[in-house]
């Protein structure tokens, strides 16, 4: 147990420290989705109904079009530098260093977007940004999961960015189904974000390993 603690923190630790050195690599999806906000008003007009009612929708396209952009090389940077084989050989079961991975991608392109939907909705002129931000909470990890998934299946396509986005945007309709529905906060909100969060937890069950499974195949 303690050399695989050891190397989870070795892991996660170096991934943190590799991420924040490449501000591009997270800043540029929030820095997408903040230019969303800020443009849909100025071309939907200044009508704050309509804003209002058309903000989640709009905010979890921008959310999930955002989530694509760091994942061509999400795993590529790792197989180039030899990263990817030396985790085969910690004293670390696969998925969990996955799922590391995949939580400290999230951590630095998904949480700043929970924290930031307050400042978001106020763009349309939303009061209460509670059930957004609780949405974007349940929704972001699962859209995480999914590009890590689709970034394993395509690690070797040349038309890699291309091929991702059309194998992810089906699996991702439920996921923007769902956050939308919660972040209106409607009486069907509750029901939104029961199934949001049981599909995040299927996907944490298994996703983690089928990445794995998908990553050892292409070192193998």
Do not use: Y
Not at 59 to 77: D, E, G, V, Y
Not at 92 to 104: D, E, F, G, I, T
Not at 121 to 126: D, E, I, Q, Y
Not at 208 to 219: D, H, K, R, V
Request: glycine share 10%; net charge neutral; with cysteine.
């Amino acid at each position: 147990m303690a050399p695989a603690w050891q190397g989870a923190r070795a892991l996660a630790g170096r991934e943190w420290c590799s991420s924040w050195r490449q501000p591009a690599e997270w800043l540029t999806p929030l820095a997408f989705v903040i230019g969303v906000a800020l443009m849909f008003p100025l071309g939907l007009g200044p009508e704050p109904a309509r804003l209002r009612e058309l903000a989640p929708g709009l905010l979890w396209i921008a959310a999930l079009l955002a989530s694509l952009l760091p994942l061509p090389r999400l795993f590529a940077a790792d197989l180039a530098d030899g990263s990817l084989e030396q985790w085969w050989l910690a004293p670390l079961p696969r998925p969990l260093a996955v799922a590391l991975k995949l939580a400290v991608h999230w951590g630095l392109t998904g949480l700043p977007l929970v924290l930031l939907a307050p400042l978001l909705a106020l763009a349309f002129g939303v009061d209460d940004a509670g059930p957004l931000a609780l949405s974007l909470l349940l929704g972001t990890p699962a859209l995480t999961l999914l590009g890590g998934l689709g970034a394993a299946l395509v690690l070797h396509a040349r038309a890699g960015a291309g091929l991702l986005a059309l194998l992810l945007l089906p699996l991702q309709v439920p996921v923007l189904v769902f956050g939308t529905a919660a972040a209106q906060g409607s009486s069907n909100a509750p029901a939104a974000l029961l199934l949001l969060g049981a599909w995040l937890a299927v996907l944490l069950a298994l996703v983690p390993w089928g990445i794995a499974a998908t990553l050892s195949l292409m070192l193998d």
